[in-house]
């Protein structure tokens, strides 16, 4: 959870680039006997000898580690990898995306606090918002996530957390970081973003002004689709509150978990690069495309947030979604058609994976509150994998022609 003491080294990888950064970054102290990779540590508890020192390290006077629910050399490392890619002060880990966003939200919230977010967040989040954070008497208030003044007017009512997604899951909306993150601050809120679509590639979040920083790695921190995970890093007072709820609550990331999610940010950079070139250039190509009602990128100079995304984002990432003309039956026709596209309730693999909201992002939540987030139902979230983008555009095309008839 801590940063490590500084090396000749570990200054060195803190002053290199971000695509260095992802293949060294946290990874010095752990590794073990001349190895090149972080070991696997499967141990549940971890021995001392003595007990002064023994005590030291369980009360934070030492670095080390006593029981695997708190901390483990291979999570630990993941972590760090995350906190230097984010610029953070400390970093904590969780069993998956929504552990990190609902851990975080229960630590800073309390009964009678208020917490201001949009409507169109992804599916399990809204649904903490309108359904958990209730019963402990909490306020929720989601604004419409393209109207700045009435999400700033909310925020002016006060709040304790101002939480933001960005850009968000499955409408591809950008938000003002750092317009509402001074306004949060402004009436003392702690203000989060969910990082997870940009990525620490496209978007530092910490630097335009949030406090937390939040991702589910499962997605395209790990890119493979074979862990799951969660991570928040930010103001180490912050983490240090969230990383007791989470080791008394339980929602430890796995050993393997976090050597997988490790092995896979070390392409991170390289994907990233691919997936921003191709999902722009099909985005492209859908914007033309007679069967497609509208496409949702906001690397598109037709998107409504683009000049916000241009000025807070260095590339626009691998989503996009796009709404057909016929609606879900549309839908339902094109995507058994596609062959180089996992139909899968899952995004920011290294293939190319899509689904409609209402099996993918939005599966908990009912037709009627999908529409009242905005979310129609012929709408298909395409997560670009790094397949060859003109394969994909053929493979887009034969799938269309079914319905063009």
């Not at 906190?83 to 995306?97: K, P, Q, V």
């Amino acid at each position: 959870m801590k940063a490590q003491a500084k090396t000749p080294k570990s200054v060195a990888i803190a002053e290199a680039s971000i695509a260095t950064q992802t293949l060294w970054a946290g990874e010095e102290e752990s590794l073990l006997m001349g190895a090149t990779q972080v070991p696997i540590v499967y141990s549940a508890a971890y021995g001392y000898p003595d007990v002064d020192e023994w005590l030291d390290v369980a009360l934070g006077r030492k670095p080390g580690h006593i029981y695997s629910r708190n901390t483990n050399p291979t999570v630990h490392a993941f972590e760090e990898k995350v906190r230097i890619l984010e610029g953070a002060e400390a970093a904590t880990s969780f069993s998956t995306g929504m552990a990190a966003i609902s851990n975080t939200l229960f630590t800073l919230l309390a009964p009678g606090e208020r917490v201001v977010s949009v409507k169109d967040t992804y599916g399990g989040t809204n649904k903490i918002f309108t359904e958990f954070l209730p019963r402990v008497n909490v306020e929720a208030t989601l604004c419409d996530t393209s109207d700045h003044a009435q999400i700033e007017a909310a925020i002016a009512q006060g709040c304790r957390v101002l939480y933001l997604e960005t850009p968000t899951n499955p409408t591809l909306k950008v938000i003002d970081i750092a317009r509402l993150a001074a306004a949060g601050h402004r009436v003392g809120a702690i203000v989060v973003a969910d990082n997870t679509f940009a990525t620490p590639i496209n978007q530092n979040p910490l630097a335009l002004g949030v406090d937390l920083v939040l991702h589910s790695a499962t997605k395209f921190l790990g890119g493979h689709a074979d862990a799951l995970g969660g991570v928040i890093c930010g103001n180490s007072e912050l983490i240090e509150k969230i990383y007791h709820y989470r080791e008394i609550t339980g929602a430890t990331l796995d050993p393997m978990a976090a050597y997988l999610l490790l092995r896979g940010m070390k392409t991170l950079y390289l994907r990233i690069r691919q997936q921003n070139e191709s999902a722009l250039k099909i985005a492209r190509w859908l914007e033309e495309h007679s069967a497609v009602a509208g496409v949702n990128y906001p690397g598109l100079e037709s998107h409504v947030h683009h000049d916000v995304a241009k000025r807070q984002m260095k590339g626009f990432g691998g989503v996009l979604s796009f709404m057909l003309h016929g609606g879900f039956e549309s839908v339902k026709q094109v995507l058994p058609r596609l062959r180089f596209a996992h139909r899968a309730a899952n995004l920011g693999a290294v293939e190319t994976v899509a689904g409609p909201p209402a099996t993918t992002s939005h599966v908990e939540c009912t037709a009627a509150e999908r529409e009242a987030m905005g979310i129609p139902e012929g709408l298909i979230r395409y997560s670009v994998g790094i397949e060859d983008p003109d394969d994909l555009i053929a493979d887009l095309t034969q799938a269309f022609e079914g319905i063009q008839r």
